[in-house]
């Protein structure tokens, strides 16, 4: 093919969406994020056209003021000089001029002007709940891969012993360390904070904190993820833990009763349980693999992930019979987004009416 | 020391019927040189191979065997003194010898680990056509002296033979046999098969741990195949079995 | 490298023991497949192929060369792999050295046939220009651009396709009589397309628990005590066989999965030949 055509055929159709990478932009109304993902599907023609409507519907949605707050790199940040104005993270002055070394949202705190990355690796604020992997057991310290730019580190003094006594730690506990988290064990914990050295700490004393098991961890763009009063849900109706860390991972798995006192028996029998493979009752399982779905196909159409969404989501899928593999097939994302964009205009309609 | 195995001769009720597509032989064109000359003997010894087999009769071999023979073998353990384990084994004209050094610790170990690792290294030598390895936890040093091809079966009996006389804790004796359309060819015979297949076994757990297999063949000839190698390698490691006995004796005595 | 905790082991085992994995597939179901051909324009061939989370590319090139002395009346064709460190960080400099090379042999192991050419992707002889002097080698490059398991099969489909998108320049040869070396003439307008229907497909079936499964993500494949690759052709004819991984395996079970594989490469050829379509008519 020669390139005359090729100029031709991307003049025609800007987003040669069957194959090609496909970005989309979107603008969530709510907090004005710009949100751009790659999304790889083989769409028909008709899927084609409503997904574009779909998208091109959340666009218009968007506030106008959220777009004109995003900036790349090297854009120009308007400001008023002679508000001595403190240029923050993600700004650099240039010939007296503001200019952006981020790309993201300009963000403006009385005279501290930054620049809200939107892309960016997932950034700790005490208090956040994550969810993490051990990778190294250190002298008294868990270390562990949060999404963060460095690993994250769980103090044994800083969660609760398996036996729920409040005591010192002794030589025996820290032998007894692998019993409790060992490599490659998947974490649910708090963020504690910096620490003078500048490492990340985190704590784990509540029994809700700890090990997960039986389930799937999920990794999605941390900005998806908002910062919530509650991160840790039980779907009784599914009989299934659903927890949305702070930095991306997303933990859906069975349902663990967490009962203080009986803690440290629960744990022992589950071993032996693991040994005779009694696995997750394949109700449960198929729960948790459509809710993981929705997750999957949520995330690559950059939408934020809540807890109401993502069950909508599920029992949309469930309830016109899609099989739970079928969702991440190109019919079940289109529908996604023009459920998104119908939604998003309902909310819009009766914020407008109120 | 020096026990001579012998060669296990499997005859088996099936024999191979294969179709050969008709030969492709756009002979030399009229120029001279030597290659051409080279193929074109190549080519009479293939058409003879192929006469005979079409006939099915039990004709001799190359080296004088019938069809489902192996390669007389010799085997040897303790070959080389360096080695924490060491065996020389011999089928027919190749000579392999395969030493095994460690256990010990793994100088790449970052992580924690409950697996150990095995390195092999083959090298042709020189003048044969070597093996040479190594092995992170273990490590392995095959060195071939002899070629004819259809050597890696016995490279994988012989590294398990001399695994065993290192000491090394194993599930079971690795035996390999490998089959075209006639059992462990020599390397004229490798050249016009239309297939190999090549299955290594643990024949006290009725294991197969490698089974490679090319060119284009139908579920009833893999089935015989498999089946035919199988038994070739527990005769094969009976041999094995016997003469590693044989050598534990001799050092008890 | 994935680092699975017991927990997920343990329910990736239970999924596949259940008949609904991770994704809510099933063992024998494969996960979106797409094609695109002509991806690569210096190529004589080329063609993308993604598998859920894997991609691959494959390119064909041709070049003249010069017959082998052993082989006077039939081309060559040579596969390589290469794994990108866009897939994987270990992939940087030699780290996916021992990777390429086991895909590589498993490649040839599986296309290229026996040594008289049966069940070859390629009739070598089709690649002969000049009986012992001139005639086509093939390059088939495999790239691996990201890794989420099944490797094998996505460069293989990839090959495939690459195959079927590739044109041969037409070459008139003229014997000048002055000199014994022919010359040829190679066109740049004609091409000559392949015949690419005898090329297999690769179907790995591997082996978690008591069951195995196709189409393996690279997790489950960290839960695999073996893995059978079976390169089936549209007659149903096995071409090459090859078994990694550590556990042994019991000859019924090899011969079960020889004929499972066989049953579900019909319906990936099937598949995987109308996104050829869909992709040449796209292009």
């Known amino acids: ?354 | 020391m020096h026990l001579l195995g012998r060669a296990p001769v499997i005859r088996r009720g099936g024999r191979w019927h294969t179709q050969f597509p008709a030969m492709s032989s756009s002979a030399a064109t009229g120029t001279y040189s030597p290659a051409a000359e080279a193929g074109g003997k190549r080519r009479e010894k293939r058409e003879e191979l192929r006469r005979h087999l079409a006939e099915d009769a039990d004709w001799p071999r190359a080296d004088n065997r019938s069809f489902h023979e192996c390669r007389e073998a010799f085997l040897r353990t303790g070959a080389t003194t360096a080695a924490s384990g060491s065996a020389y084994a011999e089928f027919g004209k190749t000579k392999v010898i395969v030493s095994v050094f460690g256990p010990r610790e793994s100088k790449k170990a970052m992580m924690y680990s409950d697996v150990g690792r095995l390195n092999c290294n083959v090298s042709y030598t020189t003048f044969a056509t070597p093996v040479r390895g190594q092995v992170i936890i273990l490590e392995l040093i095959i060195v071939l002296a002899s070629i004819t091809k259809g050597d890696l079966p016995i490279i994988i009996s012989c590294a398990s033979l001399a695994l065993a006389d290192a000491g090394i804790m194993m599930y079971d004796l690795v035996t390999s046999v490998s089959v075209n359309i006639i059992i462990d060819p020599t390397s004229d015979e490798e050249a016009w098969q239309d297939g190999s297949l090549m299955v290594s076994y643990m024949p006290s757990r009725k294991e197969i741990t490698q089974l490679t297999l090319t060119g284009e063949w139908t579920d009833g000839k893999i089935t015989n195949a498999v089946e035919l190698c199988m038994d070739a390698c527990s005769k094969l490691c009976d041999i094995l079995r016997n003469h590693l006995k044989e050598t534990a004796n001799l050092a008890s005595e | 490298m994935v680092g699975l905790s017991e927990g997920e082991k343990h329910f990736i085992r239970g999924g596949i023991a259940q008949d609904i994995r991770t994704d809510g597939r099933k063992r024998l179901q494969f996960r979106a497949l797409s094609v695109e051909t002509g991806v690569i324009p210096q190529a004589n061939g080329s063609a993308r192929v993604r598998l859920g989370g894997t991609e691959v590319i494959a390119s064909v090139k041709a070049e003249l060369g010069k017959p082998s002395i052993l082989h006077p009346d039939k081309g060559k064709v040579n596969i390589f792999v290469d794994c990108s460190p866009t897939a994987e960080p270990t992939f940087e400099g030699r780290g996916s050295e021992e990777l390429s090379a086991e895909l590589s042999v498993a490649l040839q192991r599986c296309l290229l046939g026996g040594k008289s050419g049966a069940g070859a992707a390629i009739d070598l002889s089709s690649l002969i220009v000049v009986d012992g002097k001139v005639c086509w080698d093939l390059y088939i490059d495999g790239l691996v651009i990201s890794s989420d398991g099944n490797l094998l099969d996505a460069l293989a489909a990839a090959i495939k396709v690459a195959l079927s998108d590739t044109g041969i320049p037409k070459v008139t040869v003229s014997v000048s009589t002055a000199s014994d070396e022919p010359e040829v003439d190679v066109s740049d307008e004609e091409f000559l397309q392949f015949d690419t229907s005898s090329v297999p497909v690769i179907i790995t079936l591997t082996k978690v628990g008591r069951q195995y499964i196709v189409d393996a993500t690279s997790e489950e494949e960290s839960q695999m005590s073996s893995a059978v690759s079976v390169s089936v052709n549209r007659h149903g004819h096995v071409c090459g066989l090859t078994k990694r991984g550590g556990a042994g395996l019991d000859p019924t079970v090899i011969f079960d999965m020889i004929s499972v594989a066989k049953h579900v490469s019909q319906q990936f050829i099937t598949l995987l030949d109308s996104e050829i379509a869909a992709a040449q008519a796209e292009e």
């Open chain 1, 1 to 354: 093919m020669s390139d005359q055509q090729g100029e031709d055929q991307t003049l025609e159709r800007p987003n040669r969406l069957r194959y090609g990478r496909f970005f989309l932009l979107l603008r969530c109304p709510r907090d004005g994020v710009v949100a751009m993902r790659d999304l790889q599907l083989s769409l028909n023609q008709t899927q084609r056209v409503r997904l574009e409507a779909a998208l091109h519907e959340l666009q218009a949605l968007a506030p106008a003021a959220a777009s004109a707050a995003a900036v790349t790199v090297a854009d120009t940040i308007p400001v008023n000089q002679e508000d001595n104005i403190l240029k923050g993270h993600g700004t650099l002055d240039r010939d007296g001029e503001v200019v952006a070394t981020l790309c993201g949202v300009v963000e403006r705190v009385n005279k501290l002007v930054y620049v809200r990355t939107l892309r960016a690796r997932y950034k700790p604020e005490v208090g956040d709940i994550i969810v993490g992997r051990v990778i190294e057991i250190a002298p008294k310290r868990w270390r562990l891969e949060i999404n963060f730019g460095q690993d994250a580190v769980l103090m044994l003094s800083s969660m609760n012993l398996p036996d729920g006594i409040q005591r010192r730690r002794t030589a025996v506990d820290e032998l007894n360390m692998r019993t409790i988290f060992e490599e490659n064990d998947v974490v649910c914990a708090e963020v504690r904070g910096f620490q003078h050295d500048g490492s990340l700490h985190l704590q784990a004393r509540s029994q809700k904190y700890g090990k997960l098991e039986r389930g799937q961890l999920l990794t999605v763009p941390p900005y998806l993820v908002k910062r919530r009063k509650q991160h840790f849900h039980h779907l009784e109706q599914y009989d299934v833990d659903l927890i949305l860390g702070c930095n991306g991972f997303i933990w859906v798995g069975e349902h663990v009763v967490v009962s203080d006192s009986e803690k440290t028996s629960k744990m022992e029998d589950q071993k032996p349980r693991i040994e005779l493979e009694t696995f997750t009752p394949l109700e449960t399982r198929k729960h948790i693999c459509r809710l993981a779905n929705a997750i999957r196909v949520l995330s690559a159409l950059g939408f934020t992930l809540t807890v109401e969404l993502i069950i909508e989501t599920a029992e949309a899928s469930a309830s016109s019979n899609i099989e739970i593999n079928d969702m991440l097939g190109a019919e079940f994302y289109v529908q996604t987004a023009e459920r998104e964009a119908k939604r998003r205009a309902d909310l819009l309609k009766k914020g407008g009416a109120r």
